[in-house]
């Protein structure tokens, strides 16, 4: 096992992210008929990835990931906000549904191999279709079979296996032949939800090595929706936490994780088993810290009366090295009081669009 | 402090497993799924046993409980508990054997609750199937059972759809608790749960096995969780153990290069970013000699070029 430093890509600023949202939010109504409750999946979600960056969203079942992820991918019809795909806002631009030109844009690897490929057909049939359909499949029978070979060689699987059927492929296998089929279209952006939470231990590690080597080598840019903290950690130039629909914490992976600055981040990472680190487990500290969080539905401290604020939306606070866009949402923030390890933490951040923050600005 | 600095129990062993080998027969073949496994567990331990799936953990789990269905078939070894022979029980024995003994908590044990009966019918039913109380005495214990895994003794009226998995997995493990079992096995009992239930249900055990003393055959892939939570394991490949050893030792120091290769699948939380290669590309052990004692204490299959054949193959065909 080699053990050299990998020193994360140095991802521009500049330019055109990939994929923007601003400002997302999505409701559900319940009830019946002609009930006028709802309940609020998503709310005020703003996350940017630029060209050639992972960005993992983390958070437990409930708290809105999947449903973001279904917002971008447009198979949910996001109630407000805007999707920027290269700098066009495509709920705009397709109004009622997503367009061929935004699939080519966007593909989707889901979280279950055994069930997002047919078992009636070939895996050489799954390629295929994706380069028809998209136009890619280039003029000549030749041309089309290289690429599917070419393509099998990329996810590291052999050229072979197109002639076989899913059931004779295992869990890692065909999760590598469902990348193989979003990356036919050759898209910007690939949205993976949970896509190693089905497989076997021994393979999971190499499926996200492969979602690294895409990112270096084809500049693909994804969203890496998991539950799994470690392999964000591992995987994702930068990590978001979700909690309750809101986006409450984002920053550079390993600062995050090393220093989480909101109580809901504290308890997602305390609840992480490492036998490295030591005192992983203090009941106490996590059953207050469970107790806070859960205490609400909006912001975990919504309501307290020794926070003066709790009434409004909270605002962004910077953490630490601005180098890291590591910033939290929560009332509880305190710079000085974590002065030791966020000595540059500043004022709250004044985001650049103004539609979706003037709640915050009004409370700052 | 962390959960796993809990203090030893004796090494009175509770369960003793030797050479337990079983087969699956079929009509034109047949697969040894465990082979000449040996290991025990001690009053109050908990033993961890890991591997990835396919590698037998849960077979040997159901050859314990005697629970091994056809084609399935124990064709060697011994499996003796509290010096019972398990092998040789009779079925009335064997009844009693079964949750008073030893009790077992499955895999998606979520979804091993009765859909149409409440939680507490199905806790009143063991009490008065096993330890013959009256219904109203068994009703009072439930309650206890369920403030137990600190669930509000009301949700006894409560059907299962009615709880979240953190709920119903504890209500599982409350039941597994019910007759005071002195062996509890756990198969993988937090796989389908969010990290932060997964934490609390594993302290939760680790609190009941404080307070009623039982011992703990803990099976998952997750090794993390295993090294935090298990006083001994025991590494497993393609039915054979290849490593067994304190927790902490197999954590700080794994000899074998299986082992090594699944600590090494499983990302860290702190230090710099390492690439991590899981398995190795292409390795496959074949016909793994019997444990030698490589340090005191420390358990491993003999490897190298000679012991044991290390056979190249396509990357993929390494995980299966």
Same mark, same amino acid.
Not at chain 1, 3 to 18: I, K, R, Y
Not at chain 1, 179 to 206: H, K, N, W, Y
Not at chain 2, 131 to 140: H, L, P, V
């Given at each position: 096992?080699?053990?050299?430093?990998?020193?994360?890509?140095?991802?521009?600023?500049?330019?055109?992210?990939?994929?923007?949202?601003?400002?997302?939010?999505?409701?559900?109504?319940?009830?019946?008929?002609?009930?006028?409750?709802?309940?609020?999946?998503?709310?005020?979600?703003?996350?940017?990835?630029?060209?050639?960056?992972?960005?993992?969203?983390?958070?437990?079942?409930?708290?809105?990931?999947?449903?973001?992820?279904?917002?971008?991918?447009?198979?949910?019809?996001?109630?407000?906000?805007?999707?920027?795909?290269?700098?066009?806002?495509?709920?705009?631009?397709?109004?009622?549904?997503?367009?061929?030109?935004?699939?080519?844009?966007?593909?989707?690897?889901?979280?279950?191999?055994?069930?997002?490929?047919?078992?009636?057909?070939?895996?050489?049939?799954?390629?295929?279709?994706?380069?028809?359909?998209?136009?890619?499949?280039?003029?000549?029978?030749?041309?089309?079979?290289?690429?599917?070979?070419?393509?099998?060689?990329?996810?590291?699987?052999?050229?072979?296996?197109?002639?076989?059927?899913?059931?004779?492929?295992?869990?890692?296998?065909?999760?590598?032949?469902?990348?193989?089929?979003?990356?036919?279209?050759?898209?910007?952006?690939?949205?993976?939800?949970?896509?190693?939470?089905?497989?076997?231990?021994?393979?999971?590690?190499?499926?996200?090595?492969?979602?690294?080597?895409?990112?270096?080598?084809?500049?693909?840019?994804?969203?890496?929706?998991?539950?799994?903290?470690?392999?964000?950690?591992?995987?994702?130039?930068?990590?978001?936490?979700?909690?309750?629909?809101?986006?409450?914490?984002?920053?550079?992976?390993?600062?995050?994780?090393?220093?989480?600055?909101?109580?809901?981040?504290?308890?997602?990472?305390?609840?992480?088993?490492?036998?490295?680190?030591?005192?992983?487990?203090?009941?106490?500290?996590?059953?207050?810290?469970?107790?806070?969080?859960?205490?609400?539905?909006?912001?975990?401290?919504?309501?307290?009366?020794?926070?003066?604020?709790?009434?409004?939306?909270?605002?962004?606070?910077?953490?630490?090295?601005?180098?890291?866009?590591?910033?939290?949402?929560?009332?509880?923030?305190?710079?000085?009081?974590?002065?030791?390890?966020?000595?540059?933490?500043?004022?709250?951040?004044?985001?650049?669009?103004?539609?979706?923050?003037?709640?915050?600005?009004?409370?700052? | 402090?962390?959960?796993?600095?809990?203090?030893?129990?004796?090494?009175?062993?509770?369960?003793?497993?030797?050479?337990?080998?079983?087969?699956?027969?079929?009509?034109?073949?047949?697969?040894?799924?465990?082979?000449?496994?040996?290991?025990?567990?001690?009053?109050?331990?908990?033993?961890?046993?890991?591997?990835?799936?396919?590698?037998?953990?849960?077979?040997?789990?159901?050859?314990?409980?005697?629970?091994?269905?056809?084609?399935?078939?124990?064709?060697?070894?011994?499996?003796?508990?509290?010096?019972?022979?398990?092998?040789?029980?009779?079925?009335?024995?064997?009844?009693?054997?079964?949750?008073?003994?030893?009790?077992?908590?499955? &895999?998606? +044990?979520?979804?091993?609750?009765?859909?149409? $009966?409440?939680?507490?019918?199905? !806790?009143? %039913?063991?009490? *008065? #199937?096993?330890?013959?109380?009256?219904?109203?005495?068994?009703?009072?214990?439930?309650?206890?059972?369920?403030?137990?895994?600190?669930?509000?003794?009301?949700?006894?009226?409560?059907?299962?759809?009615?709880?979240?998995?953190?709920?119903? &997995?504890? +209500?599982?493990?409350?039941?597994?608790?019910? $007759?005071?079992?002195?062996?509890? !096995?756990? %198969?993988?009992? *937090? #796989?389908?749960?969010?990290?932060?239930?997964?934490?609390?249900?594993?302290?939760?055990?680790?609190?009941?096995?404080?307070?009623?003393?039982?011992?703990?055959?803990?099976?998952?892939?997750?090794?993390?969780?295993?090294?935090?939570?298990?006083?001994?394991?025991?590494?497993?490949?393609?039915?054979?153990?290849?490593?067994?050893?304190?927790?902490? %030792?197999?954590?700080?120091?794994?000899?074998?290069?299986?082992?090594?290769?699944?600590?090494?699948?499983?990302?860290?939380?702190?230090?710099?970013?390492?690439?991590?290669?899981?398995?190795?590309?292409?390795?496959?052990?074949?016909?793994?000699?019997?444990?030698?004692?490589?340090?005191?204490?420390?358990?491993?299959?003999?490897?190298?070029?000679?012991?044991?054949?290390?056979?190249?193959?396509?990357?993929?065909?390494?995980?299966?």
């Amino acid at each position: 096992m080699s053990h050299s430093l990998v020193t994360p890509p140095a991802v521009s600023n500049t330019g055109t992210p990939a994929l923007e949202i601003r400002g997302l939010g999505k409701t559900f109504p319940i009830g019946g008929l002609f009930s006028r409750d709802s309940v609020r999946a998503l709310h005020g979600i703003d996350l940017t990835i630029a060209k050639g960056e992972i960005v993992a969203l983390v958070g437990e079942s409930g708290s809105g990931k999947s449903t973001l992820a279904r917002c971008v991918a447009r198979l949910e019809k996001p109630s407000s906000g805007e999707i920027l795909i290269d700098g066009v806002d495509v709920l705009k631009r397709d109004r009622f549904q997503a367009s061929r030109a935004f699939r080519a844009q966007l593909q989707m690897v889901f979280q279950d191999p055994f069930g997002s490929l047919n078992p009636a057909h070939r895996m050489d049939h799954f390629l295929r279709r994706s380069l028809a359909i998209h136009g890619r499949s280039g003029g000549t029978e030749q041309e089309t079979q290289t690429r599917l070979e070419e393509l099998m060689t990329t996810v590291g699987l052999q050229a072979d296996m197109l002639n076989s059927y899913p059931h004779e492929l295992s869990g890692g296998q065909r999760q590598r032949v469902a990348i193989a089929r979003a990356l036919a279209v050759e898209p910007q952006v690939i949205l993976a939800d949970e896509p190693t939470s089905m497989l076997d231990v021994s393979v999971r590690i190499g499926v996200l090595n492969l979602m690294r080597k895409l990112r270096d080598e084809q500049g693909i840019s994804m969203l890496y929706i998991t539950h799994d903290l470690a392999s964000a950690r591992y995987l994702a130039d930068r990590t978001a936490v979700m909690f309750s629909g809101e986006l409450v914490e984002e920053g550079e992976s390993l600062d995050l994780l090393a220093n989480p600055a909101h109580p809901y981040t504290q308890l997602l990472v305390s609840a992480v088993p490492d036998p490295a680190r030591a005192g992983s487990y203090d009941p106490v500290r996590r059953a207050e810290l469970r107790q806070a969080v859960m205490a609400s539905t909006h912001c975990a401290f919504h309501g307290d009366p020794n926070q003066a604020c709790s009434s409004e939306e909270p605002v962004r606070h910077q953490v630490g090295d601005p180098e890291n866009r590591h910033w939290v949402r929560c009332h509880l923030y305190r710079p000085w009081a974590a002065a030791g390890s966020h000595a540059l933490a500043s004022e709250p951040i004044q985001t650049s669009h103004p539609s979706s923050n003037a709640q915050e600005e009004a409370s700052a | 402090m962390t959960i796993s600095q809990v203090s030893f129990g004796s090494h009175e062993p509770v369960l003793d497993v030797k050479d337990l080998t079983v087969k699956y027969i079929g009509d034109t073949r047949s697969t040894t799924a465990v082979d000449r496994v040996s290991f025990s567990i001690g009053t109050g331990e908990v033993f961890g046993l890991a591997g990835e799936s396919g590698c037998g953990k849960s077979t040997i789990a159901n050859s314990i409980m005697r629970l091994l269905k056809d084609p399935a078939k124990i064709a060697g070894g011994s499996i003796s508990f509290g010096g019972k022979d398990v092998l040789a029980l009779s079925p009335e024995e064997l009844r009693r054997f079964r949750w008073q003994d030893v009790a077992m908590v499955f &895999q998606s +044990a979520m979804n091993s609750l009765n859909p149409v $009966l409440t939680i507490g019918e199905q !806790i009143v %039913d063991i009490f *008065t #199937t096993h330890a013959g109380y009256s219904r109203k005495e068994s009703m009072r214990r439930a309650g206890e059972l369920l403030e137990l895994v600190r669930i509000d003794p009301a949700r006894l009226k409560s059907y299962p759809h009615q709880l979240s998995g953190g709920m119903r &997995q504890r +209500a599982v493990i409350a039941m597994a608790v019910a $007759l005071k079992p002195s062996l509890l !096995i756990l %198969d993988e009992p *937090t #796989t389908a749960l969010d990290v932060v239930v997964q934490q609390e249900i594993m302290a939760q055990i680790k609190d009941l096995q404080r307070e009623l003393g039982f011992s703990v055959l803990f099976i998952t892939h997750d090794m993390s969780l295993m090294v935090e939570l298990s006083h001994r394991m025991a590494v497993m490949y393609g039915g054979r153990i290849v490593e067994t050893a304190k927790a902490q %030792d197999v954590y700080a120091n794994p000899r074998h290069p299986y082992t090594q290769a699944l600590m090494g699948a499983f990302p860290p939380l702190t230090g710099p970013r390492l690439p991590l290669t899981g398995l190795p590309d292409g390795v496959k052990f074949r016909n793994i000699p019997d444990l030698a004692e490589a340090a005191p204490g420390h358990f491993v299959a003999p490897f190298g070029a000679d012991a044991s054949v290390v056979e190249s193959v396509n990357l993929e065909g390494a995980a299966r």
